[in-house]
């Protein structure tokens, strides 16, 4: 089917009538320039004056600034939720405060998107973690479980009052050394990941939460965070077909609705620009119409909506790409021209508005892109095709009804009750441990030292971060408490890493007699990105040491890798290694299940299901959802990730 709003013709795939896509175009014709633009924008409102914005009613100037504009979208970070109750009153009244806005030709009621992803990416501070993506992977009946996860996750956030989760994550994840992706991917097999998206979206349909696949076209194969500079995947487009595309491509099938771009530049599929500093390079995937338009919406097919990842990312705001001074109106205004024209429909996060002077900035932002399209320099249809596409969106989802109107009468007291009684609710907190219990991977077990018996033996934990403790000391109660470790074992507790001290390594002379002394020394390691590779890294220091103290004292080494599987290749002299993919959360006491009036950041059921199976409380069932390579050293001594594998996708090693 086809939809006409002034002579523009878009594909629907949004499964509305015909009746409510007529009533949606008379909404956008009655529509202002400024409130057209200002659909297509989603600010953040993480803090106002320097004060965390929690409760909307202690912010007047915050209420007033938001009046002016009827912005398609509000995005809460973690500053913004404190608890369940808390944030299902902000939400509530950031839509009523929309919904009141003087002189609209129509009330539209916010997109609230959230990035919870679950694992190490959440934003419900007293919610279900649950295990995260590649920890999913690694289980038996994965898809199963990023259908329930996503069932969960989706469940607390429309309890609440969330409408949009920017979640799943498909990047593939193809290069170890990827400094921000990591465990937030399933796996580094395209089709695994491509299954696993889909199924997670299914989860969170059943709350009727809108998925946002992310990051397009992909983010998996980049050695630069886009949050700090600008990744560039030098591949073909045949290559990006065979992999990196291949979830999005399924998405879309699918029935995707909404997809995030990525601020990745491709040199050699797109074409070559001038910035606005004098230089040439290639604009971010963000920007380029080659990637957003002819790729993306012709060639893929895609006729949802396209929402960028935020704009206040250093890929994009200091990169010089356009014309303007860094920070300015004129680079900002400039930048989205560029986006819009490439295709894309909503401006995520061009700036934090959180203060008076931000609030100017928007006022001359919006009139600033509404200059440019009376220049023609955006078309007006191009406009109407992004707002339509955003409207379509809300209706589909019941968020804007048929009369362009809010749709949600629930009586607030109401709607609390059931927010407490659903978020972090001990059936989803039991249900994340069962996960938890099948991510547990076991690749390495030598002389079988796995499991350990009950027996009095001394045992060192070697905690990377003092307030590992917590997650270490809760599971060892608890098995003592059934029986897997006798009362009367001599067990310690000591970690490794002072984050707070001027020198990070904390690995003492006391901590080496402690070694010495031990039969059985197990010992956490959390990878991220290429850390694992410097000889340098304190954490790689300590581990090393303590590894060969170990064997010298003629003792056991057992590591539990927190984060990334690939530091099992770094630390492969360890007699056992037991990965839990999760290195989030250890510092919660997993038996406080109230809130408090600050809240409760979210448990680690992962660390905790490792533990247990070192202890044979728990069989591993886990397999590796990613290839590991090995580690070489190089002619000047650096480490470097080789192209054979160590262990390769699939492995596991199971207790006889």
Same mark, same amino acid.
């Given at each position: 089917?086809?939809?006409?709003?002034?002579?523009?013709?878009?594909?629907?795939?949004?499964?509305?009538?015909?009746?409510?896509?007529?009533?949606?175009?008379?909404?956008?014709?009655?529509?202002?320039?400024?409130?057209?633009?200002?659909?297509?924008?989603?600010?953040?409102?993480?803090?106002?004056?320097?004060?965390?914005?929690?409760?909307?009613?202690?912010?007047?100037?915050?209420?007033?600034?938001?009046?002016?504009?009827?912005?398609?979208?509000?995005?809460?970070?973690?500053?913004?939720?404190?608890?369940?109750?808390?944030?299902?009153?902000?939400?509530?009244?950031?839509?009523?405060?929309?919904?009141?806005?003087?002189?609209?030709?129509?009330?539209?009621?916010?997109?609230?998107?959230?990035?919870?992803?679950?694992?190490?990416?959440?934003?419900? %501070?007293?919610?279900?973690?649950?295990?995260?993506?590649?920890?999913?992977?690694?289980?038996?009946? %994965?898809?199963?479980?990023?259908?329930?996860?996503?069932?969960?996750?989706?469940?607390? +956030?429309?309890?609440?009052?969330?409408?949009?989760?920017?979640?799943?994550?498909?990047?593939?994840?193809?290069?170890?050394?990827? *400094?921000?992706?990591?465990?937030?991917?399933?796996?580094?097999? *395209?089709?695994?990941?491509?299954?696993?998206?889909?199924? /997670?979206?299914?989860?969170?349909?059943?709350?009727?939460?809108?998925?946002?696949?992310?990051?397009?076209?992909?983010?998996?194969?980049?050695?630069?965070?886009?949050?700090?500079?600008? *990744?560039?995947?030098?591949?073909? /487009?045949?290559?990006? +077909?065979?992999?990196?595309?291949?979830? @999005?491509?399924?998405?879309?099938?699918?029935?995707?609705?909404?997809?995030?771009?990525?601020?990745?530049?491709?040199? +050699?599929?797109?074409?070559?620009?001038?910035?606005?500093?004098?230089?040439?390079?290639?604009?971010?995937?963000?920007?380029?119409?080659?990637?957003?338009?002819?790729?993306?919406?012709?060639?893929?097919?895609?006729?949802? &909506? &396209? =929402?960028?990842?935020?704009?206040?990312?250093?890929?994009?705001?200091?990169?010089?790409? =356009?014309?303007?001074?860094?920070?300015?109106?004129?680079?900002?205004?400039?930048?989205?021209?560029?986006?819009?024209?490439?295709?894309?429909?909503?401006?995520?996060?061009?700036?934090?508005?959180?203060?008076?002077?931000?609030?100017?900035?928007?006022?001359?932002?919006?009139?600033?892109?509404?200059?440019?399209?009376?220049?023609?320099?955006?078309?007006?249809?191009?406009?109407?095709?992004?707002?339509?596409?955003?409207?379509?969106?809300?209706?589909? /989802?019941?968020?804007?009804?048929?009369?362009?109107?809010?749709?949600?009468?629930?009586?607030?007291?109401?709607?609390?009750?059931?927010?407490?009684?659903?978020?972090?609710?001990?059936?989803?907190?039991?249900?994340?441990?069962?996960?938890?219990?099948?991510?547990?991977?076991? =690749?390495?077990?030598?002389?079988?030292?796995?499991?350990?018996?009950?027996?009095?033996?001394?045992?060192?934990?070697?905690?990377?971060?003092?307030?590992?403790?917590?997650?270490?000391? /809760?599971?060892?109660?608890?098995?003592?408490?059934?029986?897997?470790?006798?009362?009367?074992?001599?067990?310690?507790?000591?970690?490794?890493?002072?984050?707070?001290?001027?020198?990070? +390594?904390?690995?003492?002379?006391?901590?080496?007699?402690?070694?010495?002394?031990?039969?059985?020394?197990?010992?956490?390691?959390?990878?991220?990105?290429?850390?694992?590779?410097?000889?340098?890294?304190?954490?790689?220091?300590?581990?090393?040491?303590?590894?060969?103290?170990?064997?010298?004292?003629?003792?056991?080494?057992?590591?539990?890798?927190?984060?990334?599987? @690939?530091?099992?290749?770094?630390?492969?002299?360890?007699?056992?290694?037991?990965?839990?993919?999760?290195?989030?959360?250890?510092?919660?006491?997993?038996?406080?299940?109230?809130?408090?009036?600050?809240?409760?950041?979210?448990?680690?059921?992962?660390?905790?299901?490792?533990?247990?199976?070192?202890?044979?409380?728990?069989?591993?069932?886990?397999?590796?959802?990613?290839?590991?390579?090995?580690?070489?050293?190089?002619?000047?001594?650096?480490?470097?990730?080789?192209?054979?594998?160590?262990?390769?996708?699939?492995?596991?090693?199971?207790?006889?």
């Amino acid at each position: 089917m086809a939809i006409a709003l002034a002579g523009i013709m878009l594909a629907s795939g949004f499964g509305v009538s015909n009746a409510a896509e007529r009533k949606i175009d008379r909404i956008i014709r009655e529509m202002s320039m400024d409130e057209k633009i200002s659909q297509m924008i989603i600010p953040a409102i993480r803090t106002w004056d320097e004060e965390n914005v929690t409760d909307l009613s202690a912010f007047p100037e915050l209420k007033e600034v938001l009046s002016r504009h009827q912005y398609g979208g509000i995005i809460l970070f973690g500053a913004n939720i404190t608890g369940a109750e808390q944030v299902t009153r902000l939400l509530d009244d950031l839509q009523k405060n929309n919904m009141e806005i003087q002189g609209a030709s129509s009330h539209i009621p916010y997109l609230t998107p959230v990035d919870e992803e679950g694992g190490i990416v959440i934003r419900l %501070s007293t919610g279900t973690r649950m295990t995260g993506n590649m920890a999913i992977g690694a289980t038996e009946n %994965s898809k199963e479980n990023a259908e329930t996860t996503g069932r969960i996750l989706g469940e607390e +956030l429309a309890a609440v009052g969330f409408n949009t989760d920017f979640a799943p994550d498909i990047d593939v994840n193809n290069n170890p050394s990827n *400094p921000v992706i990591g465990t937030r991917s399933f796996s580094d097999d *395209p089709d695994l990941v491509s299954q696993l998206g889909e199924a /997670y979206s299914k989860g969170l349909s059943y709350s009727n939460i809108i998925a946002t696949y992310k990051h397009y076209p992909g983010h998996g194969d980049t050695g630069t965070d886009s949050h700090i500079g600008t *990744p560039s995947v030098e591949k073909t /487009y045949d290559e990006l +077909l065979g992999t990196e595309l291949v979830p @999005f491509k399924n998405a879309i099938e699918n029935g995707a609705d909404m997809i995030m771009t990525a601020h990745i530049t491709y040199p +050699l599929i797109d074409e070559e620009k001038t910035f606005g500093n004098g230089t040439k390079g290639y604009y971010p995937a963000t920007m380029s119409r080659k990637m957003i338009t002819d790729i993306l919406r012709t060639d893929l097919g895609f006729s949802g &909506v &396209v =929402v960028t990842d935020a704009l206040e990312m250093k890929a994009i705001e200091t990169a010089g790409l =356009v014309p303007g001074a860094e920070g300015s109106v004129e680079y900002r205004v400039n930048i989205a021209k560029e986006v819009i024209n490439a295709g894309v429909d909503i401006l995520l996060l061009p700036v934090d508005l959180n203060n008076a002077e931000v609030a100017a900035f928007y006022d001359e932002y919006i009139s600033g892109i509404a200059a440019k399209v009376e220049a023609g320099e955006i078309s007006r249809e191009r406009i109407d095709e992004s707002v339509k596409r955003i409207l379509m969106l809300k209706a589909k /989802y019941g968020i804007l009804d048929i009369n362009g109107n809010g749709t949600t009468d629930e009586n607030i007291e109401e709607r609390v009750v059931k927010a407490k009684e659903t978020v972090g609710s001990k059936g989803h907190h039991d249900t994340e441990m069962e996960i938890a219990r099948q991510v547990i991977t076991v =690749v390495k077990n030598d002389g079988n030292v796995l499991p350990l018996t009950s027996d009095s033996r001394k045992i060192l934990f070697l905690g990377r971060l003092q307030g590992d403790s917590v997650a270490i000391d /809760y599971a060892i109660n608890e098995l003592k408490n059934n029986g897997y470790i006798n009362n009367d074992s001599d067990i310690s507790v000591d970690f490794y890493y002072d984050s707070s001290a001027d020198v990070k +390594l904390h690995y003492t002379d006391e901590m080496k007699e402690k070694i010495s002394q031990a039969d059985v020394v197990i010992g956490f390691s959390y990878a991220s990105g290429s850390s694992i590779l410097d000889k340098e890294n304190p954490q790689n220091i300590a581990l090393w040491s303590a590894i060969e103290d170990t064997h010298k004292a003629g003792g056991k080494f057992i590591l539990i890798s927190e984060n990334l599987p @690939f530091d099992a290749a770094t630390y492969n002299d360890a007699d056992a290694i037991v990965l839990a993919y999760l290195g989030s959360g250890l510092g919660i006491d997993p038996t406080r299940d109230a809130e408090s009036s600050q809240g409760m950041p979210a448990r680690n059921a992962n660390v905790v299901a490792a533990i247990e199976t070192v202890f044979g409380a728990n069989s591993p069932k886990g397999h590796l959802p990613v290839n590991v390579p090995v580690v070489e050293k190089q002619p000047d001594g650096s480490l470097k990730f080789g192209t054979d594998y160590l262990y390769e996708r699939g492995h596991t090693v199971s207790f006889d």
